[in-house]
């Protein structure tokens, strides 16, 4: 089985309001329901996939855009008739966001809940693994230490176990093993060499 850790931005792939997810992300979940893959999600970006979302997809350009409709109707580039159906369409959009945003929570635990996705929590041994990551010549965030410790600790657990296809897709530069320039970050890819983990740039595992 091919095994795949992702980190917050999958999350906000999957459970933003449902115009804004991306469909590569929501092919991979699928493929975990029906048994072909296993997704490993670190607990603590459950959090920061919904302060993201909350953030992120809040509904606040229909506003503006209701001026503009007011505007053009007043300044006859719109007729009344296309103005009434613009603003609709736009109550409709923040309406059916505010909705979803509403029910994040619920989302996010479907998601993490569903058939062959398991969250993994901080452990003792990932904690240990964070603080030693302190000492390595990386810049990285606290969190994406966190992040960073899950994946090395139950990637080689998984390697230990017999697995071979174990990956992590993700879109956070930080923790790519390359730079701007494509070239290697030297401590970091032997971090991932040595626990055995390949690390991909997109939600497909294609590239780079």
């Not at 855009?65 to 923040?94: C, H, N, P, Y």
């Not at 979803?100 to 969250?119: D, F």
């Not at 071979?164 to 970091?188: H, I, M, T, Y």
């Amino acid at each position: 089985m091919r095994h795949i850790f992702v980190e917050t931005n999958w999350l906000v792939a999957v459970a933003a309001p449902a115009h804004d997810r991306i469909p590569a992300a929501l092919e991979l979940l699928d493929s975990a329901r029906d048994g072909h893959v296993r997704i490993y999600i670190p607990a603590c970006c459950i959090g920061e996939a919904r302060k993201t979302i909350r953030q992120k997809f809040q509904p606040r350009e229909s506003d503006r855009l209701r001026k503009f409709v007011r505007w053009a109707v007043e300044e006859k580039l719109l007729d009344r008739e296309i103005g009434e159906s613009a603003r609709t369409m736009l109550s409709s959009f923040q309406e059916r966001v505010a909705s979803q945003l509403a029910g994040l929570n619920e989302t996010l635990r479907h998601v993490t809940s569903a058939v062959g996705v398991e969250v993994v929590p901080l452990d003792d041994a990932v904690l240990d693994m964070s603080v030693e990551l302190h000492f390595k010549e990386i810049e990285l965030s606290e969190f994406d230490r966190s992040v960073l410790a899950v994946v090395l600790i139950k990637g080689k657990s998984l390697r230990g176990r017999g697995e071979a296809d174990v990956n992590f897709c993700q879109l956070d530069s930080g923790l790519r093993p390359w730079d701007k320039r494509n070239q290697p970050r030297a401590e970091l890819t032997k971090l991932y060499d040595d626990a055995g983990v390949r690390v991909y740039s997109d939600f497909t595992l294609q590239g780079p």
